[in-house]
Nanobody, 116 residues
Framework: QVQLVESGGGLVQAGGSLRLSCAAS????????MGWYRQAPGKQRESVAD??????NYADSVKGRFTISRDNAKNMVYLQMNSLKPEDTAVYYC???????????WGQGTQVTVSS
């Protein structure tokens, strides 16, 4: 069993910044991938940024504005979000996969709201 807990969300004005944190715990033998995903009202969950086997991947919509980082020893992953836009408003989820083709584990989510 894997537990993920996100923190750091909040309300900011357009152009502002937020830093999200995710702490993973439980029976984690290996980490294949760990990253951030978001879901806006009425939309499907989408990938924002992830680290898979050491490779960093970003959605085109956030590239250059968001930075993902991790602390392997602590099973922590972070998302630094700069130059936030109203369209970034969503619930942000931390996700973890223990292997290729395995189903992911999800955190409870943290709300990010960017006002105009």
């Amino acid at each position: 069993q894997v537990q993920l807990v996100e923190s750091g969300g909040g309300l900011v004005q357009a152009g502002g910044s937020l830093r999200l944190s995710c702490a993973a715990s439980g029976s984690i033998r290996t980490v294949y991938a760990m990253g951030w995903y978001r879901q806006a009202p009425g939309k499907q969950r989408e990938s924002v940024a992830d680290i898979t086997l050491g490779k960093t991947n970003y959605a085109d919509s956030v590239k250059g504005r968001f930075t993902i980082s991790r602390d392997n020893a602590k099973n922590m992953v972070y998302l630094q979000m700069n130059s936030l836009k109203p369209e970034d408003t969503a619930v942000y989820y931390c996700g973890l996969k223990t292997g290729y083709g395995r189903s992911p584990s999800w955190g409870q989510g943290t709300q990010v709201t960017v006002s105009s």
